[in-house]
């Protein structure tokens, strides 16, 4: 991602190639987006041709190599929990945002999946919610 991949007013990232092999729109939280937009002007100068998280070297973007080292460095400074991954932050956004919405093609769509298949195997239904639905029901 390049600086110009954000927009704060649409609080919005734009990824240029997506696993898929398109581009995608993510939207991002206004929270989050204040923060980016923090970080870009306090680096404005340094960043205004750079990748928008620049890795060793200043005009290449950060690798997923470094930022799985870097990961694995701030969770060991921090004490988190030893078997989280980065990996595991994606899946738990899955989680929430259905709980928050039980939509679940809502969710895949935010998770930029094709297929329903894929977004099932990243969000954990708990079954008091099911039992829940089907009283509700009746």
Known sequence: MRVEDFDP??????????????????????????????????????????????????????????????FDLWKKRSGVNASLTIHSFRAGYATLLHKATKDLLLVARAMGHKDLSTTERYVRLDESVVREAVEKMF
């Open 9 to 70: 007013k649409a609080a919005a990232l734009r990824l240029r190639i997506t696993k898929g092999g398109g581009s995608r729109v993510l939207y991002v939280p206004k929270r989050l987006s204040r923060i980016l937009e923090k970080y870009m002007k306090l680096h404005a100068p340094a960043l205004a041709s750079l990748p928008l998280f620049p890795g060793r070297i200043t005009d290449c973007p950060l690798t997923p190599r470094q930022a799985q080292q870097r």
